[in-house]
């Protein structure tokens, strides 16, 4: 009668050991599930922001974080004029648009190529505007960068 008892309890203690262990590999996959949807979240999240930022936008802080590293200029604040807007072209297959698919299985057109717009002018309020050297090489940089004409450029001294 004891043995009998004895197999019960190691029988029930197995069979508790396998439910444990069952339950312990049915919740990893969940675990690595709810990682990934945090990812992808955190990638939907973060995508927008930056798409938020116009193209105009990020030029202006790029100049003015590359012009306030040259010697002389000191701080910089820059205004772009720009003439029309960002333009995506779409590829075309004969009539039909051709598209790709996202993440999410969601079909967007495929871009070949995105025009930016032409900038017109450009106003540089600059701690060293008021030397004609450091106007010169501003001048010169966004010239170069923009395809500007000199007469389009207008640098001034910052308060």
């Given at each position: 009668m004891k043995f009998l008892q004895g197999m019960m309890k190691k029988e029930k203690l197995f069979v508790i050991l396998l439910i444990g262990l069952l339950l312990l590999i049915a919740a990893l996959p969940v675990k690595e599930r709810e990682?990934?949807?945090?990812?992808?979240?955190?990638?939907?999240?973060?995508?927008?922001?930056?798409?938020q930022k116009d193209w105009q936008q990020q030029m202006e802080e790029q100049l003015e974080e590359v012009l306030e590293k040259v010697k002389g200029v000191g701080k910089a604040e820059v205004i772009l004029t720009c003439e029309g807007t960002e333009k995506n072209l779409v590829e075309k297959d004969?009539?039909?648009?051709?598209?790709?698919?996202?993440?999410k299985g969601n079909q967007i057109p495929y871009l070949t190529s995105q025009q930016y717009p032409k900038?017109?002018?450009?106003?540089?309020?600059a701690e060293g505007g008021d030397n004609p050297v450091i106007i010169g090489n501003i001048q010169e940089a966004v010239q170069v960068l923009f395809q500007v004409e000199a007469h389009k450029i207008k640098v001034m001294k910052m308060n």
């Open positions: 990682t990934l949807k945090t990812q992808q979240e955190e990638y939907s999240v973060t995508e927008p922001a930056k798409e004969e009539k039909d648009t051709v598209y790709t698919k996202d993440a900038v017109i002018g450009v106003v540089v309020v």
